[in-house]
């Protein structure tokens, strides 16, 4: 967490207590959800807005404990409040439920909290977790890991889990109630692939052509993509980085030089559009033939690789990515790749020898390579196919949930 984190964490948990008892203590039965950062949010999107959708007429709080999802959520409309978990003190956490008083308790994928989870527990307040993905080398499974064993045996009245690996642990561990419900962000990347959508500066840009998209990118990451254009003068390569900081090379123009503005010729003939503002990756995808998604070269693990994928189109990442299942599973489908290094990114981007001299993926019109038309479609297909597989995690988890 960098300083500007750092101070955004303490400073938005000034007074915190006294604000959440004043906006609820009018209220009962509120459903609370609680997201650590902006992909747990994304992971709890879809049920958020289901649980909206179905209760209208319920108050629905919101928690978070990273600024990278606070922020932006200031003005997220499907909830009634959105707030700063407190500190997991005894003392906090009792003046917050007594607060809050929630009807039900909804965390996602890796929120444990100790003395919060003990205390609902204590209070008999139904308490679930969703988009649970264990792993057979976690800590947590170690033998030492006393408070672990004790919340999944304990706190939760049911924990809904990814995959059938997942389930498997946790009966092992001595969870109770494990069911496979699936990953609900499957459900709204599907649903987002279906929305007409489009920007007016990436259309000028991109010139009704399939381009390439780079998105969720780090600095090597950049640098590769960057290495690769430069061999390949006339492609068009969509670049969202995960810290826009690339300026310049190989005739770069910014999304927010042109945001409200009139196209010119310098946007058309730009090889490279860089977005610098957030909010747009998940739509963005739909200008592509094929994507790269970063993040597991410098991270644990790539980004979203379903948010491509559900466009159809293929989907390549770095080599850190054996903890995501959505990678294997798109790999094993025929629909994704490993890359790592400059020479298996283009090879991915170009799906083979493409003969000399030519544009490389920018003629992919059609969302076909140019030396290989088939590789998008076939490819794409697949991935698709992979999306609508798993589609449904979202009405499991209402079932469970609300009945």
């Known amino acids: 967490m960098n300083t500007e984190k750092i101070r955004l964490f303490f400073q938005g948990r000034k007074g915190l207590l006294p604000r959440i008892a004043a906006a609820c203590q009018e209220h009962r039965d509120i459903i609370w959800f609680h997201v650590a950062s902006y992909g747990e949010f994304e992971e709890a999107r879809p049920v958020i807005e289901a649980t909206r959708a179905r209760f209208p007429e319920r108050k629905i709080l919101m928690t978070v404990f990273s600024p990278t999802v606070y922020v932006p959520m200031q003005h997220y409309a499907q909830v009634d409040w959105v707030f700063y978990l407190p500190l997991d003190t005894p003392w906090n956490v009792r003046r917050f439920l007594d607060a809050v008083r929630p009807a039900k308790a909804i965390f996602t994928i890796t929120d444990y909290w100790p003395f919060l989870l003990g205390e609902l527990h204590r209070r008999h307040i139904d308490t679930y977790i969703m988009s649970v993905r264990v792993e057979p080398d976690s800590k947590h499974l170690k033998w030492w890991d006393f408070n672990y064993r004790f919340i999944f045996r304990h706190c939760y009245k049911t924990v809904m889990v990814q995959n059938e690996q997942s389930r498997e642990l946790l009966q092992r561990l001595g969870a109770p109630d494990v069911r496979v419900t699936g990953d609900p962000r499957m459900d709204r990347v599907l649903a987002l692939s279906a929305q007409a959508w489009s920007n007016p500066v990436v259309d000028a840009w991109c010139g009704g052509k399939k381009v390439f998209v780079a998105g969720s990118t780090y600095a090597p990451e950049d640098c590769m993509v960057l290495e690769m254009a430069g061999r390949h003068p006339g492609s068009k390569i969509l670049l969202i980085p995960h810290e826009p900081e690339t300026a310049g090379a190989y005739g770069c123009v ?37 994507a790269y998604v970063g993040g597991s070269f410098t991270e644990g693990a790539p980004h979203s690789v379903i948010e491509p994928a559900a466009y159809g189109i293929p989907v390549a990442f770095g080599p850190n990515y054996a903890r995501d299942h959505h990678c294997q599973n798109l790999i094993a489908a025929g629909a994704g790749r490993s890359i790592s290094n400059t020479a298996e990114l283009e090879a991915f981007a170009l799906e083979g020898d493409a003969p000399e001299g030519a544009s490389a993926f920018s003629l992919a019109t059609e969302g076909a390579s140019p030396s290989n038309p088939a590789f998008p479609s076939k490819s794409g297909q697949a991935a698709r196919a992979y999306c609508m597989a798993s589609a449904g995690a979202t009405e499991k988890i209402m079932e469970i949930i609300f009945g």
């Not at 009139?262 to 559009?273: F, G, H, M, T, V």
């Open 254 to 290: 910014r999304y927010t030089e042109y945001e409200g503005k009139e196209a010119d010729d310098r946007l058309r003939s730009a090889q490279i559009l860089i977005i610098d503002t957030v909010g747009m990756l998940s739509r963005l995808y739909r200008y592509g033939y094929a």
